[in-house]
């Protein structure tokens, strides 16, 4: 899920440049939603630079999925058996806080340094301070540069967030707030303007619903349903792709639309990249895949960070004719200087972190 997930944010990134359709991922707007249909009917331009370019924002709330399911697994489970630890006081506020801000923090400054030396924009000195230290989603997130780098305070709040329900883990609890959140989440969408809708959209309350789905899933032993639908996998992944759909372009279903789209990533993680219910070169095809997803969610992070200055080197200039050949230039690019990055910054994590 994750290699998938950030597959999608990858080439979203670079894209939704190269054509008119725009997502619609921190506010609704029927003008973007128009100019999808048009040019899906149109044929103006290929169908998967239009399908990455306005759903391939997507691969994000998979990440906040996950990062909920994955601070569950690492802080709740006991050392001995696996099953979830019932104890309140094993998490060390300090300790935990400095050890996360600093993996954020040791992961974006190098890049983000680089993109000041390289880059023509202005950057002010408070502003620079407050993306280092992942705060300035607080108060001027139209000011982050690269916009992407928007993700890491947001994860930042998770983390600092995750604190209250690792102390409240009670199901109740969760549900109300989850519930609560995405009540708040239509209604800002609905009635907001799209400056402050898009100002919300940039800091954790209004995506709560999605990290705490990872929260509960990750603490259930069993899910409602779940067998059912893993019988039926084939009708179900054509369902929820369809709400999911239906959800993007809807601007009374848009808010759920990050939810809708999490069961297809978990269809699509088990049934093809695993291979179930596949035999001979189809199997074999899955498993390739799913090792080549599998490497892609080993080195996320470093991908993520580095995609956005890869995007700065002159690929558009060459897009023309060459479209699916610049593309593909794109991604092994980002992919070698990922693999790159991701060892040297595990080096120098190692030395801050040792174990």
């Known amino acids: 899920m994750r290699g998938a997930a ?3 944010i990858v080439l979203h990134n670079f894209l939704h440049m190269t054509v008119q359709v725009k997502e619609n991922e921190f506010y609704f707007s029927s003008i973007k939603t128009d100019m999808l ?3 899906l009917s149109s044929f103006s331009s290929p169908l998967i630079r239009i399908f990455f370019s306005y759903f391939g924002w997507y691969g994000v709330p998979v990440f906040m999925f996950l990062s909920g399911y994955g601070l569950v697994m690492k802080h709740e489970r006991n050392s001995s058996g696996g099953n979830l630890s019932k104890q309140r006081s094993r998490l060390q506020v300090v300790p935990y806080l400095w050890k996360n801000f600093l993996k954020l923090f ?4 190098p890049c983000f340094l680089i993109y000041i030396l390289i880059s023509r924009q202005s950057v002010f000195c408070n502003l620079s301070i407050a993306q280092f230290t992942m705060t300035i989603n607080l108060y001027r997130p139209r000011m982050i540069v690269p916009g992407v780098y928007w993700y890491f305070g947001l994860t930042l709040q998770f983390y600092i967030l995750y604190l209250l329900f ?4 009670s199901k109740t609890f ?12 239509v209604a800002v969408e609905l009635f907001a303007d799209d400056m402050t809708n898009a100002i919300l959209r940039h800091n954790s309350p209004l995506w709560l619903p999605v990290f705490l789905v990872g929260v509960l ?3 259930q032993k069993t899910v409602l349903g779940l067998a059912f639908l893993s019988k039926h996998w084939g009708v179900a992944l054509m369902a929820f792709t369809i709400i999911w759909v239906w959800s993007t372009i809807n601007p009374w279903l848009w808010a759920f639309s990050p939810l809708f789209v999490l ?3 978990g269809f699509i993680g088990v049934h093809f990249c695993e291979g179930k219910g596949l035999s001979g070169f189809w199997r074999h095809l899955s498993s390739f895949f ?5 490497y892609l969610g080993e080195i996320s992070a470093a991908l993520f960070v580095c995609h956005p200055l890869v995007r700065m080197l002159p690929f558009r200039e060459y897009m023309g004719d060459c479209f699916f050949l610049v593309t593909l230039a794109y991604a092994v690019v980002c992919v070698l200087v990922a693999i790159v990055y991701n060892k040297c910054y595990k080096m120098v994590m190692h030395k801050l972190l040792p174990r």
């Open 174 to 185: 969760l549900i109300a707030v989850t519930f609560l959140m995405m009540a708040a989440s």
């Open 166 to 169: 690792y102390r409240f883990r």
């Open 217 to 219: 899933y990750a603490r």
């Open 37 to 39: 249909l048009d040019s």
């Open 290 to 294: 799913s090792r080549c997803f599998a």
């Open 6 to 8: 950030i597959f999608m």
């Open 106 to 109: 040791v992961l974006l400054a």
């Open 263 to 265: 069961p297809i990533f």
